[in-house]
């Protein structure tokens, strides 16, 4: 943002506890790798009635810094959209969060859609060099009221867990099914200022997930700003990370999963079987040939499974196909490395939260 690159006023903070940090130095990549997928939840009021809609997305990313150099890190997403008390309202975080749980840039906004009054707030942060600034807007019928960028010292930050990275600290501590005890870490409160925050292990519960009762762990997470009173949370989650339902205290909106996912376990590689060369028929032995159905019938069910944990594929697939047939190219190889190219894991450099300048393949074909 451009109020961002004027100097911010240096505040101080407070600090996280040791636990805090040895807690986050411990969490490593593969860990984390285990935490990166999409879950969508619906919106409920307290009778049950649905209000909206809930999503998160963690996935696999790369950050280029001001600086042009590139960091592997973790692009997560999360929104909220409803209408409460006829009042349409929503939330939305898109972050980069480093490996280390340090948030690179992150961007948040809140609003109410009032009638006659319109409140929007939108927060924005970003690590330039050794230090971590923050500003905030707020803009009410649609116009900006108030501005407010402040710049911290990173070395005085750690422990600190933003709202993008504390989505991934939750995933890992549920599929942990333990949380670390007598830890405080730092956090962001409503005002985007520096304070303390605490998780708390609850308890093991059942819940009704579509038709399928459950056992979820229970986290409980406490914002605590200097002024006011604690701003609390508490999430249920399944065994492998997926969120079931997420309650924040004193708010008329409760986030519920109604249909139970595929449960993610970590894939271990089995060894290749090494078989003898041998001059016979396999169909005709019996033996040979129950074990190609049986592996034929495993290979199946594990296509299914992917697909059904990537909804997306049968979405860009059906994208490509469609615009195949429409345009009927002689070369469909050339067709197919253009049309897949914007999803090569190499990107070109260029701004993290802006479309690339780069013509697109398809430009002047519709």
């Known amino acids: 943002m451009d109020d961002a690159d004027s100097p911010a006023p240096v505040q101080r903070v407070l600090a996280a506890s040791e636990g805090a940090t040895e807690f986050l130095s411990l969490i490593g990549a593969e860990e984390l790798s285990s935490c990166l997928f999409a879950e969508s939840l619906v919106m409920v009021s307290e009778s049950g009635q649905p209000l909206g809609h809930f999503s998160i997305s963690v996935q696999p990313a790369c950050y280029e810094e001001q600086g042009g150099q590139e960091e592997d890190c973790y692009l997560v997403h999360a929104a909220s959209q409803g209408t409460i008390n006829e009042v349409p309202c929503g939330s939305s975080i898109t972050a980069y ?6 948030t690179l840039e992150q961007h948040q906004q809140e609003y109410v859609k009032f009638r006659a009054h319109p409140l929007d707030r939108k927060t924005h942060v970003v690590k330039r060099g050794g230090r971590l600034v923050v500003t905030k807007i707020i803009e009410e019928g649609g ?20 709202e993008a990275a504390n989505l991934l600290v939750l995933r890992v501590l549920a599929r942990r099914r333990a949380v670390p005890q007598n830890t405080t870490f730092l956090a962001f409160d409503t005002e985007a200022r520096v304070c303390t925050s605490t998780y708390t292990a ?13 056992e979820v762990f229970v986290i409980g997470r406490a914002v605590c700003p200097d002024e006011g009173i604690p701003i609390t949370w508490q999430f249920y989650f399944l065994s492998d990370g997926h969120l079931a339902r997420r309650v924040q205290v004193g708010s008329p909106a409760t986030m519920v999963l109604q249909q139970l ?12 079987p090494v078989f003898e060369k041998k001059p016979l028929d396999w169909e005709e032995d019996v033996q040979l040939y129950s074990q190609f159905l049986d592996r034929k019938e495993e290979l199946q069910a594990g296509h299914a499974s992917y697909a059904r944990r990537h909804p997306e594929l049968r979405t860009l697939l059906a994208d490509f196909l469609q615009l195949l047939l429409l345009h009927k190219p002689d070369d469909v190889l050339t067709f197919a490395a253009e049309f897949f190219a914007p999803f090569a894991r190499q990107r070109p450099p260029g701004s993290s939260f802006q479309a690339s300048s780069k013509p697109s393949p398809f430009h002047g074909r519709v």
């Open 97 to 102: 969060v480093s490996k280390r749980l340090e």
């Open 143 to 162: 116009h900006e009221v108030q501005t407010q960028s402040v710049s911290y010292n990173c070395a005085s930050l750690h422990g600190l867990i933003s």
């Open 202 to 214: 609850m308890d093991f519960q059942k819940q009704l997930v579509g038709m399928t009762e459950v």
């Open 261 to 272: 996912p595929v449960l993610i376990d970590v894939d271990e590689v089995e060894p290749r």
